[in-house]
Every structure is written in C-alpha cells, then in structure tokens.
T-cell receptor
C-alpha cells in the first residue's frame, strides 16, 4: 500500500537553528512529491513540489527539499528558522488514483 | 481569484442530523477531493472525483456521500452525523493526474465540524 512516513511528531527549535524534517514514501510509480504547511487555524498551503528533474527543489520562504530516489526520501530543510515558521508540516505523495497521500504531519515550534 | 471555497467554516450538529458541506472551485480543475483532518492522523481521503459525474471512495468513506454534477461543485453529505465525524474537513482541487506540471492541489479554508 502507498504510504508516507514522517519521522518526527513535534520538533522544537530556537530561532536561527537549522531545520530538517524527514519524509519517506512507499510508492513504486512515477512520484510527485509535495510539502504543505498549515499555520495555526489555517488551511494547507504548498511549500514546494517535485515532479521530475533536479532533485533539489526550492520552495517558498527559504525552504528546500531533496528527492533521493534510492532512499525513497524527500526531506524538508531550512538553514535558519524564524518564529513565523511555527506550523504543522505535511509531506505527501500523489497516488495512482490522483489523490494525495499524506504523512501524519510534523509540528514545528520555534522559540523566539 | 477565489480558488477553492468551502462553506460553512464552523458547524455544530446533533447526533443523527444530516448536513451538506459545500465546496466550489473556479479553476476548472477536473480533480476534486474531500479530506478529514484529525489530530495525529494527518489528512485522510474521504471521497474524490476525477470529473463531472465520476466519484469514488477514498480511505474513510463510511457515513459520507458525494456527487459531482458540475466541474465546479463537489458537496459532501453527512447522512446521519455521529460523534466520530467530529473533525476538520478540507476540500481540494487540482488538474488531472495526466496534466504536466498541474498536479498541485489547492485547498479550501476548511470546515470545523462538531457532532454532539
């Protein structure tokens, strides 16, 4: 079965610390991978996406992710987090039916 | 540009009541879907549609019905509300899976439903 696994349930960082959120997927077909962010009380917004080409993908707000096919991973990174990055982050892969399969999410709390 | 519009934003139902959550998109997307979000569970797919007149079940379809009479609208019906359906519901739309570069999903603002 297709699935997405996010390794951390809750990450707490101080401002200016570096961030890496892990994501592994199990899907044998052509992969479309996504990271979405959900700020408190809001809907999901796309941070970045990978369809093909350069495995290092740059998104909005200084985020980037690296697709490593051999590891079935798509980890999200940011060199220096800000208090405003406090949110929940979801990794997703597009399934064979066109639906998005989400991980359980990682809450990020950034201390000012 | 409205994007994906969901109504209502908040709703409280009594057990056994029925209601319809509305979802409309103005981007001419073929693909629409409904998810529910529960703490620690991520988002789980309820139903989806690949075009007008075509719907299918997702991971957690029980207790919900959908229809897709137009490209723009994809309502979700709760037939007989139960406390287990207390959740936040998100509607999403995207171009079809075969569209190059067009498979990003756009989400509505969500409906917070409480069943008492």
């Amino acid at each position: 079965a297709q699935s997405v696994s996010q390794h951390n349930h809750h990450v707490i960082l101080s401002e200016a610390a570096s961030l890496e959120l892990g994501c592994n997927y199990s899907y044998g077909g052509t992969v479309n991978l996504f990271w979405y962010v959900q700020y408190p009380g809001q809907h999901l917004q796309l941070l970045l996406k990978y369809f093909s080409g350069d495995p290092l993908v740059k998104g909005i707000k200084g985020f980037e992710a690296e697709f490593i096919k051999s590891k079935f991973s798509f980890n999200l990174r940011k060199p220096s987090v800000q208090w405003s990055d406090t949110a929940e982050y979801f990794c997703a892969v597009r399934g064979s039916q066109g639906n998005l399969i989400f991980g359980k999410g990682t809450k990020l709390s950034v201390k000012p | 540009n409205a994007g994906v519009t969901q109504t209502p934003k908040f709703q409280v139902l009594k057990t056994g009541q029925s209601m319809t959550l509305q979802c409309a998109q103005d981007m001419n997307h073929e693909y629409m879907s409904w998810y529910r979000q529960d703490p620690g569970m991520g988002l789980r797919l309820i139903h989806y549609s690949v075009g007008a007149g075509i719907t299918d079940q997702g991971e957690v379809p029980n207790g919900y019905n959908v229809s897709r009479s137009t490209t723009e609208d994809f309502p979700l019906r709760l037939l007989s509300a139960a406390p287990s359906q207390t959740s936040v519901y998100f509607c999403a739309s995207s171009y079809s899976i075969g569209t190059i570069g067009g498979t990003e999903a756009f989400f509505g603002q969500g409906t917070r439903l409480t069943v008492v």
